[in-house]
Each structure stands twice: as structure tokens, then as C-alpha cells.
């Protein structure tokens, strides 16, 4: 029962380089989410996707991309990694439709830039 | 839009004792959801507790219910009988419609809170 798996779980770049960390899913949810960690700010939004092929900025998307692959991947890109970007990035899905359905988390990848 | 505001940056508490987190919320929708994850030092993120708006009642779990007040909005977590395995970072969650149709969740800044044997 994998749930939602990102890899890598640790990394670190020099300036300027780029990256992309991956996320899959394996609960067949539409929604998939990217949140960045950073202490004394809780989760933020980076982007969300309704569904494959759909992809939406959310609070703090500048200096990221990102591809809804299929269903079950969605990746984030960092073009030129920049020191702000350390952080500790979190990858969730959730079902769309009625009810209270929660997200569910990956276990976070942790990424310093230098 | 949505904020999510956690007022409590740390809080304490002794074993087996009550502790309250509180969280409360801006928004100008009637529907919405609201939740407690908890976030020990692995770093996963495991939903707690989980209240619908439209429901009165509140949600309670095991050793954990909220305090749910709508009209205020505020939603509180009490943890009873605490034990050392609930010491980690909560955060409180708000679930809104976002602009395609998917749900934005909104996340507060997080309490974190230490269990004193």
C-alpha cells in the first residue's frame, strides 16, 4: 500500500542548476498538489492539478513548473535553483467529488540549495 | 480568499494531561471542511481529525475532538490523556473550491507541541 511516493528524499544543488522531483500516486485520486515547507510558514501551494493534463498556480508558483504526466505523476520542475528554494517539498493527492475527503501526503524531500 | 490562522507557535504539555490548539479561519463560504494533521519528526503528515461545516456535532476520534464554533470560526483540537508518541507539529487545514474546480487546502503555520514526561 504505497500511497503517494516522491522521490528523492534528500537532494542538493548548486545554484543555477535544475531539478525535478518526482510524485506518483496510487490511489487513482484526480487532484495532485506541490507544497513547499518552511519553518514558521506552514504548507504553502506552489501548483495543483484537477487531472491530467490541467495544472493551476497556487500561492508561491514563481521559479517552478510543473507536468501532470498521467493519472498518477506529477513532477515539479526547478529550472535555476536558487538559495531560496531550500526547503522541504511535499507532494499530496486527494479525490475530487462530495465529502470530506482529506489529502494524502508523500513523505517530503528535503532540498537545500547552495 | 481563505486564511488559516495558528496563534499558538508552541504549546506544552504534561503526560496524560489535556492540552487545546487553537486555529481559526476567514472565510465567506457556507461548505467547507476543516481539518487536524499531525507532523512528528519522520516528517509525514497524518491526517488526525477531520470536521464537516454544515455538522453541529463535533468530530471526535479516539483521544482527540474539536471544538468546532462556526459562527466565531474557530476550530480547536483537544488531546486528552496526552502521551509522549503525540509530541510533533499540528496544523490546522481549511478546504476551499479552487478556480477548476479542485480543492485547495490551507494550511495555518503550525503549532508545535512538546509532551513533558
Known amino acids: 500500500n504505497a500511497g503517494v511516493t516522491q522521490t528523492p528524499k534528500f537532494q542538493v544543488l548548486k545554484t543555477g542548476q535544475s531539478m525535478t522531483l518526482q510524485c506518483a500516486q496510487d490511489?487513482?485520486?484526480?487532484?495532485m498538489y506541490w507544497y513547499r515547507q518552511d519553518p514558521g510558514m506552514g504548507l504553502r501551494l506552489i501548483y495543483y492539478?484537477?487531472?491530467?493534463?490541467?495544472?493551476d498556480k497556487g500561492e508561491v508558483p514563481n521559479g517552478y513548473n510543473v507536468s501532470r504526466l498521467n493519472k498518477r505523476e506529477f513532477s515539479l520542475r526547478l529550472e535555476s535553483a536558487a538559495p531560496s528554494q531550500t526547503s522541504v517539498y511535499f507532494c499530496?493527492?486527494?479525490?475530487?467529488?462530495?465529502?470530506?475527503?482529506?489529502?494524502?501526503f508523500g513523505d517530503g524531500t528535503r532540498l537545500s540549495i547552495l | 480568499a481563505q486564511t488559516v490562522t495558528q496563534s499558538q507557535p508552541e504549546m506544552s504539555v504534561q503526560e496524560a494531561e489535556t492540552v487545546t490548539l487553537s486555529c481559526t479561519y476567514d472565510?465567506?463560504?457556507?461548505?467547507?471542511?476543516l481539518f487536524w494533521y499531525k507532523q512528528p519528526p519522520s516528517r509525514q503528515m497524518i491526517l488526525v481529525i477531520r470536521?464537516?461545516?454544515?455538522?453541529?456535532q463535533n468530530a471526535t476520534e479516539n483521544r482527540f475532538s474539536v471544538n468546532f464554533q462556526k459562527a466565531a470560526k474557530s476550530f480547536s483540537l483537544k488531546i486528552s490523556d496526552s502521551q509522549l508518541g503525540d509530541a510533533a507539529m499540528y496544523f490546522c487545514?481549511?478546504?476551499?473550491?479552487?478556480?477548476?474546480?479542485?480543492?485547495?487546502?490551507?494550511f495555518g503555520t503550525g503549532t508545535r507541541l512538546k509532551v513533558l514526561a
Open positions: 499530496a493527492s486527494s479525490r475530487q467529488g462530495a465529502g470530506n475527503q482529506p489529502q494524502h
Open positions: 490511489m487513482n485520486h484526480n487532484s
Open positions: 492539478s484537477a487531472s491530467e493534463g490541467t495544472t
Open positions: 472565510t465567506s463560504e457556507s461548505d467547507y471542511y
Open positions: 470536521q464537516e461545516a454544515y455538522k453541529q
Open positions: 487545514a481549511y478546504r476551499s473550491v479552487g478556480t477548476s474546480g479542485t480543492y485547495k487546502y490551507i
